[in-house]
């Protein structure tokens, strides 16, 4: 994947010397920012950086705390990221669930490297307490009713891709400890994780992914293959690990009426399973993909 954010990145100017001139800004400008999110129908929110750490060699996960109360998203989706100073505007998925927002006041970013002006400075520049601000939106996003028909979800992810379908992994585990605890809520089906990366140390968040599995070994599986692993594999990560690419025959032995499919990866890969899973009668509504630049 040549980089870390989906395909909706805009330009504003002038820059701005703080975030308050620069959420005010954003308040009065009609029409700015992606598709399904405007000044008037999204938060514009400051946030502020309270946690920074590598995740693998050429991703950097940022923790942000989110000033607006009104501030909310659904899992899935990407926040339209605005840095004080610099003229692009990012575009980056939640890795976090809506939970975590709730309870803490937190999201979490996942940024890979590239010379985008965003990803630059969250790798050069960004230190704790820098302040930005965040809007939401997107239409790739899981969020389940408690009364609505219980899904069993594919996940399917390449890369960062892993980052919108994190989200959703962390809400439906969720949504499961919820209706264990309270006898109630959405019933979650079964959940198959499908990630691909070029080795193991580009596996972003395997031990949060792992963590679910074994929390929930009756409702989340996961297939975590490598396609250029050159070291050995470690014996904790070697029950889950395929050395090649997903195939089609995996992902359609998974087919069934209450299966929904999320892919995000890029665009060669999430072209190839949204068209063989239509060729496999998959109805279109039960496909839902982010594309990837």
């Not at 129908?41 to 750490?53: F, M, N, Q, R």
């Not at 307490?129 to 408690?146: I, L, N, Y």
């Not at 089906?189 to 929930?216: C, H, M, P, R």
């Amino acid at each position: 994947m040549s980089s870390c954010y989906p395909c909706h990145v805009q330009i504003f100017s002038p820059p701005y010397s703080d975030s308050k001139k620069l959420i005010y800004h954003l308040k009065g400008c009609q029409g700015l920012g992606n598709k399904g999110s405007s000044p008037f129908t999204s938060v514009v929110s400051a946030a502020k950086v309270c946690g920074a750490a590598a995740e693998s060699p050429s991703v950097k996960r940022l923790h942000l705390l989110v000033a607006d109360k009104d501030f909310s998203f659904k899992a899935g989706q990407w926040v339209d990221f605005f840095i004080p100073g610099v003229s692009v505007v990012g575009g980056f998925s939640i890795c976090s669930s809506p939970r975590l927002l709730k309870q803490e006041r937190m999201i979490e970013l996942a940024v890979k490297y590239a010379n985008h002006p965003p990803a630059l400075w969250i790798h050069n520049q960004c230190t704790l307490d820098s302040e930005v601000a965040v809007r939401v939106g997107g239409e790739f996003f899981f969020d389940p009713q408690p009364a609505d028909a219980s899904r069993n979800l594919v996940l399917i992810a390449g890369g960062v891709g892993i980052n919108p379908l994190l989200s959703i992994l962390r809400h439906a585990a969720d949504l499961h400890r919820d209706r264990v605890n309270k006898g109630s809520g959405y019933e979650v089906g079964t959940i198959k994780l499908f990630y691909s990366a070029k080795n193991t140390s580009e596996l972003l968040f395997k031990q949060n992914i792992l963590d679910l599995v074994n929390e929930f070994p009756e409702k989340i599986a996961c297939s975590l293959h490598v396609t250029k692993q050159t070291t050995q594999i470690s014996a904790e990560l070697q029950p889950y690990i395929t050395e090649g690419r997903i195939t089609e025959k995996e992902i359609r032995d998974h087919i069934s009426k209450e299966t929904l499919f999320y892919i995000c990866g890029p665009p060669p890969m999430t072209d190839f399973f949204s068209k063989q899973l239509e060729n496999s009668h998959v109805p279109k509504e039960h496909i839902c993909f982010e594309k990837w630049w």
